[in-house]
């Protein structure tokens, strides 16, 4: 008998498990009609998964943990089965102020600490002149974007949303906001980064995985009484997950990969931008040549293991972001949205 599951995602190269267990038939192999709905801002999937609208959904790690604890307005207790990807994100800045920081670096404005000093003395030499705070945004506000934001300020000695104003611009929305100069720049997944700097708006500083290798990102979330209530159909989303896993790291698979990725009612970007990325050749933009760059972001096996430490990463970004005070209460219930016990062995 044929199982439906309705999935929420958000257009990024990291829902591409998701997207690949059903265009690949991976979900249909195990026994699951998979739908796949496309969603237009992060609150969005958060609120529909919460009225069970959705069976499951790509999320941020990051928001899954942030609901179980009612931090946000909203508390529902989410368990994670099995991840989506490691990595994956990046920060791009618009070209003037690329520009800007490159002519204060003291140094080469790729190492971090040279560029957030000279955000620093950029941010500095605004304010003597009376000029309004620069403004950086990450897709949400619970979310591995915002905390690797406020490392990287960190090592210039600014805060977010004290010394740089914060905004929150979903994923899609990134490029346009950049465009207008709404914000001067932002910190997203894939592809946006590349997409900006394509566009002609964009430079791309620095890769997620140059602030912190193997970072928590996306999740397949539940609502965690499903995991008991709802084997059958959580073993089997993972299974299909499982299997896309194994096809999406065959780098012969790439151009058929970058396709199911350009659909309309996918990404909707063409794959000349999409292919790059999996690649993990990057453009960067501010007249530098395209960046290689080593498992960029990760969709293999071993990063799909729901790894309950990764709360613990999690909470200190929440925590310098100014979102919670930690206590061992919330550390015992973020490590708990994690389940690594339903991460299937060697055998699907």
């Known amino acids: 008998m044929t199982l439906h599951l309705r999935v929420g995602f958000m257009p990024l190269v990291d829902c591409a498990l998701v997207v690949l267990a059903k265009d690949q038939g991976f979900a249909e192999a195990e026994g699951l009609n998979l739908e796949l709905v496309r969603e237009v801002s992060w609150s969005n999937l958060r609120d529909k998964l919460n009225v069970r609208l959705f069976d499951a959904a790509h999320m941020l790690g990051p928001a899954a943990i942030a609901a179980t604890l009612g931090v946000g307005g909203v508390r529902v207790p989410m368990a994670v089965p099995l991840a989506l990807n ?74 977010l949303g004290v010394d740089i104003r914060f905004e929150v611009v979903p994923p899609p929305q990134t490029v346009e906001a950049l465009t207008s100069g709404r914000v001067d720049g932002f910190c997203a997944g894939a592809p946006w980064n590349a997409a900006a700097v394509s566009a002609g708006v964009g430079a791309m500083v620095h890769t997620g995985t140059d602030i912190r290798r193997d970072c928590p990102d996306k999740v397949l979330a539940w609502q965690a009484d499903d995991l008991e209530r709802r084997p059958a159909a959580v073993g089997k989303l993972t299974a299909a997950i499982l299997r896309a896993s194994e096809w999406a790291c065959d780098p012969a698979n790439i151009p058929r990969f970058a396709k199911h990725l350009s659909a309309a009612d996918r990404l909707a970007l063409p794959v000349e931008i999409l292919e790059p990325v999996l690649h993990f050749n990057l453009v960067q933009g501010g007249g530098r040549p395209p960046r290689q760059v080593e498992r960029f972001i ?33 550390t015992e219930q973020a490590r708990a949205v994690f389940r690594p016990a339903y991460f299937p062995g060697n055998d699907y």
């Open 86 to 159: 490691l990595d994956g994100a990046a920060i791009t800045v618009s070209v003037r102020r690329y520009e800007e920081l490159a002519r204060l670096a003291d140094g080469d404005v790729a190492d971090t600490a040279i560029s957030a000093r000279a955000l620093a003395a950029l941010v500095a030499r605004r304010k003597a002149s009376g000029l309004p705070p620069l403004t950086l945004a990450a897709v949400f506000g619970f979310s591995s974007h915002t905390y690797l934001l406020c490392e990287w300020l960190a090592k210039g000695g600014l805060t």
């Open 298 to 330: 990760r969709f293999d096996r071993a990063a799909l293991r729901p790894e309950p430490a990764h709360a613990d990463w999690i909470l200190a970004g929440m925590e310098s972001a100014g979102q919670i005070v930690r206590t061992p209460e919330m």
